[in-house]
């Protein structure tokens, strides 16, 4: 092993948490090295989610990165719900005095992180391979790696782990110590990527009575549009035909045909982890928890999530303050748990489980119903949506 490295902040992972709590610790003049185990243009080029809470895309803009966001993101003042071949708007303006959200994608969040983080001459290692973090419950963490096929140590006075759902940082925590909580649904996602300009400008969420189905977009030429599957359905089934057919007939003809770019399916799952913290191990983002996308809450729970770990991070390292960083998981899984809520419950309003009675169906959709025609159930919709605000 080579000499060692040495780091105020370890983190593991190059996705929007770990970039991000790297940026803002450096706006903190504190110093961090982000180990990924992935190279930089697959990062940059991994299509995941794209809806831009208000309280993230101003953090984004306060911390310096976003001004491709403003300029090229798509603010949407609306969504709509679609049901019984009906489109419904939700003003989320109007229901959230003036809150919006922003249509920008993950990958685009991703790139602009990278971007500032090696412009400020930022420590990023792509491709980084075994990635092992040692020693957490000490004062003295280290994270073990192998760059180049040379081993490597980085000794660390705090790990952040950042490595989404498959990482290591969560399994690195002793069994016992950490509680699960855990649901999956009957049903999966399969989602196109399509040329092709969205049939409308802002997202439609749809419950038909074959199942789920949404259209959203990353700009006005490019649709991205999703459908309720099995979960465990193999894409081989689906034709590019079958797709625009069974899309067409869920969101009421609004979905524009186009060469599709991209199509996959993705499971759906609720997940929460506490403690998200271990001695001197920080999780965040998608390695503490992941949502179904139904509610639009993964990359917003992430940029939560760091944002308060930095904040913690930054009031022990340069005043000596622990107070935030012993509250860091219980603050942040108050904020994650209401997003949790969210996104169950706009999970359950919008597919077929499969196992409803007739009363199970009616109910539900009397539940849209009551909502749509409700503006006190709508405000709750919307404020959720455009986010809920962040605690201190
Ligand atoms: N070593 C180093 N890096 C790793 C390792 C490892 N052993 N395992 C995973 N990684 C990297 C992944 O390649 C990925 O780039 O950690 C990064 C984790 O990024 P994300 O999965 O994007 O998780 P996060 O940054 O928390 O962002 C959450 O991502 O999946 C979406 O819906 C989710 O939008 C949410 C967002
Ligand atoms: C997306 O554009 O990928 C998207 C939008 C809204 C969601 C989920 C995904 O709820």
Redesign the pocket.
């Given at each position: 092993m080579t000499a060692a490295l040495r780091t105020q902040v370890g983190i593991v992972g190059a996705g929007p948490s770990g970039l991000l709590l790297s940026h803002l610790l450096h706006l903190e003049g504190i110093e961090s090295v982000v180990l990924e185990d992935r190279t930089r243009s697959y990062v940059e080029e991994r299509i995941?989610?794209?809806?831009i809470e208000h309280g993230a895309a101003a953090l984004l803009e306060d911390a310096g990165v976003g001004a491709r966001l403003r300029r090229e993101g798509l603010r949407h003042t609306g969504v709509n719900l679609h049901f019984h071949g009906v489109n419904h708007r939700i003003d989320l303006v109007d229901l959230t005095d003036g809150k919006a959200v922003t249509?920008y994608g993950q990958h685009e969040v991703v790139k602009d992180l990278i971007a500032a983080r090696l412009a400020a001459g930022g420590d990023v290692r792509f491709d980084v391979k075994g990635v092992a973090i040692h020693d957490f419950k000490g004062t003295a963490p280290e994270l073990h790696f192998v760059e180049q096929g040379q081993p490597k140590k980085l000794v660390c006075d705090f790990v952040a782990g950042c490595d989404g759902f498959h990482g290591i940082s969560r399994p690195t925590v002793p069994a016992g110590e950490l509680r699960f909580f855990d649901r999956q649904y009957p049903f999966g996602w399969l989602?196109i990527l399509a040329k092709a300009p969205p049939a409308c400008d802002e997202?439609i969420?749809a419950r038909h009575a074959d199942g789920f189905a949404?259209l959203?977009?990353?700009s006005p030429e490019i649709s991205?549009l999703?459908l309720q599957c099995e979960p465990d359905d193999d894409i081989a089934n689906w034709s590019d035909a079958r797709i625009w057919a069974e899309l067409k007939r869920r969101l009421g003809g609004l979905a524009t045909e186009g060469p599709m770019l991209q199509k996959g399916i993705t499971a759906m799952r609720s997940f929460v982890t506490e403690p998200m913290q271990s001695g001197r191990l920080f999780l965040a983002g998608d390695a503490a928890h992941i949502v179904p996308?139904?509610?639009?809450k993964g990359m917003n729970l992430a940029i939560g999530d760091v944002r308060l770990l930095a904040r913690a991070l930054e009031a022990q390292i340069k005043r000596g303050d622990g107070t935030k960083l012993d509250t860091y998981s219980t603050t942040a899984l108050r904020r994650i748990w209401k997003a949790q809520r969210f996104s169950w419950w706009m999970t359950s309003l919008l597919h077929k489980f499969g196992d409803e009675t007739p009363f199970d169906e009616r109910r539900q959709f009397a539940d849209l119903e009551y909502l749509v025609s409700s503006r006190a159930a709508l405000a709750s919709l919307a404020e959720n949506y455009v986010g809920l605000p962040y605690d201190d």
């Open positions: 995941r989610a794209g809806v249509v989602g997202l969420y949404l959203s977009m990353r991205r999703y996308p139904t509610g639009a």
